[in-house]
């Protein structure tokens, strides 16, 4: 029986497509983090600091070509309006907010992953049946 | 089919019985009650906390029940002896398993759906509205009710009562970590880790609290993904639980 499963788990893990995880912070591509606002940077400041506009100036001349045209717009904007912070719409994803939206329900990139997860479940669960009701048989 | 459905219902009965059932369903709504009253402190939209306190509550009540069910049957079959003259003749190990499961999954979805209509009105009594996924995220929530259950009978079959326990709410645990923090556990050995994780399912595709309280839309397809996801997972786990009772001298 552990032979059994030990092969069966073995044989899952030998096909490439299974031994990749869907966990969502790495099979996302980079847009979909918004790493492109250096959020993964280590060295940054904390989490919940304000940005200011010297971190603005400090964002346009490292990651300007990074930033997509929409955000660099909302950053001027911010400046524009005389604010020492910028602020996003609501509801939208922003560098604050990736968190939310690299949950399971937002990324649908990995719902095939899921799917695939699923079939695989279903074909190791049929297997385990039928060979522990054959090894019961011959043991009888 | 027939031999299980009765064994279910006999089950059913059985569990109704114990006081476990209704003391974790009492402290669900109790808590429930708890979360309506926390002050909104002049915050704006307060359901959103209401909700989303509510629907974690609902989980941990699911990882509750699963344990509190199900953690004693067969233990408590095997030491009481009745197991044996129900699996002489008239059931299939499969088919005890079946009825038990069966059984404890009708109890456990049962008090998930009062544990929800308990938020909805407690939601109401506050002023806010009921999201319309309140249901397909309970929905979700009794998923993952199930498969945990599915672990907890996968437990029994081989570990004490008081081990099954613990087991549980670590591979809960374990099962909301990403692969990442999954490794940090023990780095020195990456692609086994890598390939435990694998194994494990992820429970973060159950969690559709924050967009319900933020007012966002889910599509209707990620909520059958992942109810056939859990739905894998459950039969897993009962495929791995009755491979192991196959192998279980009851003697």
């Known amino acids: ?140 | 089919m027939k031999p299980v459905i009765t064994f279910a219902l006999m089950t059913l009965r059985n569990l109704l019985r114990r006081r476990t059932i209704w003391g974790i369903s009492i402290v669900i709504l109790i808590a429930l009650f708890g979360i309506g009253q926390i002050p909104s402190y002049g915050v704006s939209n307060e359901g959103r906390f209401i909700l989303d306190f509510g629907l974690f509550g609902l989980e941990i009540g699911a990882l509750l029940l699963a344990i509190g069910l199900a953690s004693n049957i067969y233990p408590r079959d095997k030491e009481k002896k009745t197991v044996m003259p129900v699996i002489a003749v008239p059931l299939s190990r499969g088919q005890y398993l079946m009825g038990r499961f069966l059984g404890a999954a009708i109890v456990e979805a049962a008090a998930m759906l009062v544990g929800c209509v308990g938020l909805m009105v407690i939601l109401v009594m506050n002023g806010h509205n009921v999201p319309v996924d309140m249901l397909p995220a309970t929905g979700l929530l009794l998923v993952e009710g199930w498969f945990l259950l599915a672990v907890v009978f996968f437990f029994s079959f081989w570990t004490s009562p008081p081990l099954n326990a613990p087991l549980t709410v670590l591979l809960f645990i374990v099962s909301q970590m990403s692969v990442a923090g999954f490794v940090k556990l023990f780095p020195q050995a990456p692609d086994l880790m890598r390939t435990l994780r694998l194994i494990l399912p992820h429970m973060d595709v159950f969690h559709i609290k924050d967009p319900i309280a933020h007012g966002i839309d889910i599509p209707g397809m990620y909520f059958f993904l992942a109810m056939l996801y859990g739905l894998a997972y459950m039969a897993f786990m009962l495929s791995l639980a009755l491979a192991v009772f196959r192998n279980r001298d009851l003697k």
């Open chain 1, 1 to 140: 029986m552990k032979l059994t499963l030990a092969f069966l788990i073995s044989a899952l893990l030998l096909f490439p497509a299974c031994r990749t995880d869907y966990d969502i912070q790495e099979v996302a591509n980079p847009q979909h983090l918004g790493t492109d606002h250096s959020d993964d940077c280590d060295d940054c400041e904390p989490e919940g600091a304000e940005h200011t506009e010297v971190d603005h100036e400090h964002d346009a001349d490292t990651a300007e070509t990074d930033l997509p045209q929409d955000e660099s717009d909302e950053h001027n904007a911010s400046v524009i309006s005389g604010s020492d912070r910028h602020v996003h719409d609501a509801g939208q994803r922003n560098h604050g907010t990736g968190w939310f939206f690299n949950q399971p329900w937002a990324a649908s990139f990995i719902w095939g992953k899921m799917v695939r997860d699923s079939l695989i479940l279903l074909v190791l669960s049929a297997a385990i049946l039928v060979v522990s009701g054959y090894l019961r048989k011959r043991r009888r």
